[in-house]
């Protein structure tokens, strides 16, 4: 099965999968936001979660603060990943209460480094 067009510039996966919920092999669309992040946890099934850094700016004190924020994310079968890998997730319609995105592109991991 080829991987079809999702309308975004990422690499399609070279295997492929029956995932009702992947936006190459399946019919889920993607749309909005997109976001990198560091994988955190893949216990889940079919679920992993991802964490992103970034900078605060704290007013009063006119310096800012390190912060972190953990995203929930599906991960289709087709995608192989690991804790530590980085990846790119895009925006879908709500998949769970608390699942919102999924796993487009593995862009490097940790072998990679």
């Not at 019919?27 to 946890?41: E, K």
């Amino acid at each position: 099965m080829v991987a079809r067009n999702i309308g975004l510039k990422v690499n399609p996966p070279e295997q492929d999968c029956q995932d009702p919920n992947c936006p190459f092999h399946g019919t889920l669309p993607v749309r909005g936001r997109i976001m990198d992040g560091i994988v955190a946890s893949t216990k889940m099934k079919g679920t992993i979660t991802v964490r992103r850094d970034f900078m605060r700016y704290i007013k009063k004190y006119r310096r800012y603060a390190r912060c972190h924020a953990m995203t929930s994310a599906h991960l289709p079968p087709c995608i192989p990943v690991e804790v530590g890998d980085t990846v790119r997730l895009a925006e879908c319609r709500p998949l769970s209460k608390t699942v919102s995105f999924v796993v487009v592109e593995r862009i490097k991991g940790k072998e990679d480094e």
